[in-house]
């Protein structure tokens, strides 16, 4: 056993399946033992304290979704690893899970290469899903290279016509070609044919500004492109995970498939989870468009229910860094303005403030919603997600009674806005810890060396 050089001291710890008082030893960047409160460490040593009295101690949290520099169209988000890592650290996240979507004449494979060629950049560890658009006769050669690099999850889009968006034909070969060697598509479902219509039909209206957004894209699209890709799975024996599910009747169908013994699993994003379609009313309606749209207050209200009864798997942040210059560029049409809200340092704070210190949810639920299960169903569990003996030391001490008012001007993200401006949370990460190193002290940076690193995935899930 390695000698202790960190011991976080008395705490809370919280892990998925249990929270009590526990020091926590680390030593070469891994916990090293768990033990009782005061115990000295086990190898005799003298480690550095870091003092968690009153405090939660949690795993670092796992976002199974940033967009990291991410080109759509015309626009490219505006972070770096650097910058992206930087302000996922300060939210208590110390892995993210980004996207290789390959660009203009760029193959699957050569996206993933260059995107983990980057990973160095960051102050914390990522991780990536690879992308499929089109299937041609090098795509099962690709997918099993990217195996080999890591990289089981697989991203697909049933919208976005001419740009991302697979046929069902790729669908299907890709699920059952990732199926097979132990990986998992994650997928964006809304349907394009309905989609395009109902932008057809704004556009006849001259109703396709931002605070037309929702009626532009439609909850219908959502559910029936769940509907038809629950079948193609279930059809190839695969498994999925739905990304940023917005409502509970698509939550409800992945549940259902579930119940009938699939593999089947859905994600919410925060933003979905706390803010409603009232923002497209606001003075700034165009910092609000995403994709799918921020829905009616009674939908949201929904889709939290299901962070309660489990259906939910995983809570992600979907985080897309624009700024307020390039939402405007498009402020009248949404069909050509970029989609996506920053959230990535705000994720874990805005879900734990409404559900855990508003409405009760435990503890325990709120890690297994940002770290373990995401780190399970990437793949990377128990080597994040988790606090126990071997895993990697990535450890936030949560104050769960600090209150304070979110300001763009205070948070790290390489924007000038930030959707959840003015709000009043309760609970912050206070100190994190990635890979052993004391990264961030008492709200302040205190290691800003860049010694994130590319963490291959394993097989994907199972869920506990």
Request: include cysteine.
């Amino acid at each position: 056993m390695s000698a202790a050089d960190l011991v976080v001291r008395g705490g809370t710890v919280v892990n998925a399946d249990w929270q009590g008082a526990a020091e926590v030893f680390v030593g070469a960047g891994r916990v090293l033992a768990l033990a009782e409160p005061g115990a000295p460490a086990p190898d005799g040593s003298r480690p550095e304290e870091v003092d968690a009295t009153g405090l939660l101690v949690l795993p670092g949290g796992v976002d199974p979704h940033c967009h990291v520099g991410f080109t759509s169209g015309e626009f490219t988000s505006l972070d770096d690893y650097r910058g992206c890592t930087t302000a996922a650290v300060f939210g208590g996240t110390t892995t993210i899970v980004d996207f290789a979507i390959p660009g203009p004449g760029q193959s699957p494979l050569e996206a993933v290469r260059e995107r983990q060629g980057a990973a160095g950049q960051g102050l914390c560890d990522s991780a990536l899903h690879g992308c499929v658009v089109t299937w041609d006769d090098t795509t099962e050669e690709q997918l099993a290279a990217m195996a080999g690099l890591g990289v089981n999850t697989i991203k697909m889009f049933t919208t976005y016509r001419g740009e991302t968006m697979a046929d069902e034909y790729t669908v299907l070969r890709t699920m059952k070609a990732v199926g097979a060697t132990g990986g998992m598509v994650v997928i964006h479902c809304e349907a394009d044919h309905i989609i395009e219509e109902a932008q057809r039909l704004s556009g006849d209206r001259g109703r396709t500004g931002a605070e037309h957004m929702g009626d532009t894209r439609p909850e219908l699209a959502e559910t029936a492109s769940v509907a038809e890709v629950l079948a193609i799975a279930e059809s190839v024996g695969a498994p999925v995970y739905f990304v940023h599910q917005s409502s509970a009747e698509a939550v409800e169908l992945v549940a259902a498939a579930r119940r009938r013994g699939r593999p089947a699993y859905s994600e919410a994003v925060a933003h979905h989870l706390v803010l409603d379609e009232g923002a497209y009313a606001g003075e700034h309606p165009e910092r609000f468009v995403c994709c799918p749209p921020l829905r009616p207050r009674a939908t949201v209200e929904g889709l939290g229910r299901h962070l309660f009864t489990g259906e939910i798997s995983t809570v992600g942040s979907d985080h897309c860094c624009y700024d307020t210059a390039q939402k405007e560029r498009h402020r009248h049409d949404v069909r050509a303005m970029p989609n996506g809200l920053p959230g990535v340092e705000t994720r874990l704070a805005v879900l734990y403030s409404e559900y855990v210190a508003g409405r009760g949810l435990s503890a325990t639920r709120f890690v297994d919603l940002v770290a373990a299960a995401p780190a399970r169903l990437n793949g990377l569990y128990p080597r994040k997600g988790v606090l126990a003996p071997g895993s990697d030391a990535d450890i936030v001490l949560w104050d769960p009674d600090a209150r304070w008012t979110v300001r763009t001007g205070d948070l790290h993200m390489a924007t000038d806005y930030t959707p959840y401006e003015g709000r009043e949370l309760t609970g912050r990460a206070r100190t994190v810890v990635v890979g052993g190193r004391v990264v961030v002290r008492d709200g302040a940076l205190a290691d800003p060396r860049p010694l994130g690193r590319s963490i291959p995935s394993g097989p994907v899930g199972p869920l506990r």
